[in-house]
Nanobody, 123 residues
Framework: VQLQASGGGLVQAGGSLRLSCVAS????????MGWFRQAPGKEREFVASITDSGRLTSSAHSVEGRFTISRDNNKNTVYLQMSSLKPEDTAVYYC?????????????????WGQGTQVTVSS
């Protein structure tokens, strides 16, 4: 699976952005999808995930109530709608795909990764 993330940019605190990740190469609907992020000098961390059917989602505590993950299997795309952005949300955001597993928040569970898109939130 090839993943192409987009939608990042510079936004003021309190603003919104929607990230997109388009998949190609294999059956998108067979994969759970996740978003991770990595801030400068920090380890990559889990942000949100969604099951292959889209029925179940999970998100990190730090983004609960502000970020929403969704997917459109007809468009081979997963989205991350980000609202009420804070400066601490500044990071490179990566989408990733996995073919099942039990620990959706672990990077090791994901086989395929996109190239990342930069999100910068100014105060």
């Amino acid at each position: 699976v090839q993943l192409q993330a987009s939608g990042g940019g510079l936004v003021q605190a309190g603003g919104s952005l929607r990230l997109s990740c388009v998949a190609s190469g294999r059956t998108f609907s067979a994969y759970d999808m996740g978003w991770f992020r990595q801030a400068p000098g920090k380890e990559r961390e889990f942000v949100a995930s969604i099951t292959d059917s889209g029925r179940l989602t999970s998100s990190a505590h730090s983004v609960e109530g502000r970020f929403t993950i969704s997917r459109d299997n007809n468009k081979n795309t997963v989205y991350l709608q980000m609202s009420s952005l804070k400066p601490e949300d500044t990071a490179v955001y990566y989408c990733a795909a996995r073919n099942g597993g039990s620990e959706y928040y672990k990077m090791d569970e994901y086989e395929y990764w996109g190239q990342g898109t930069q999100v910068t939130v100014s105060s």
